[in-house]
């Protein structure tokens, strides 16, 4: 199983970022995928999921700046988020969804993003 993060950088307050996954060694098609972020000092916390039919959940800290979507063809999913906040600073890591969006079997080394004026 391999999940390779991209996308990741700095941006001001109210900025944009497109984090890109790309997941092989398994069936990603009948998979549900999931964004989690860690922050400084701060445990695993869930952001948004993605059933292998295309139902999209989103953490209510999220909910209406970010978009998750999948491409089954690419074995990619996309994290696009918008009016981002200082409070989204984190490591942004790609996860296996073991059953439950906030469980994962696996995920990848994480992009970092900075949200800093």
């Known amino acids: 199983v391999q999940l390779v993060e991209s996308g990741g950088g700095l941006v001001q307050p109210g900025g944009s970022l497109r984090l890109s996954c790309a997941a092989s060694g398994f069936t990603f098609s009948t998979s549900a995928m999931s964004w989690a972020r860690r922050a400084p000092g701060k445990g695993f916390e869930w952001v948004s999921g993605i059933y292998s039919d295309g139902r999209t959940y989103y953490d209510d800290s999220v909910k209406g700046r970010f978009t998750i979507s999948r491409d089954n063809i690419k074995n990619t999913v996309t994290l696009q988020m918008n009016s981002l906040k200082p409070e989204d600073t984190a490591v942004y890591h790609c996860?296996?969804?073991?059953?439950?969006?906030?469980?994962?079997?696996?995920w990848g080394q994480g992009t970092q993003v900075t949200v800093s004026s």
């Open positions: 996860a296996i969804a073991a059953g439950n969006l906030d469980e994962y079997d696996y």
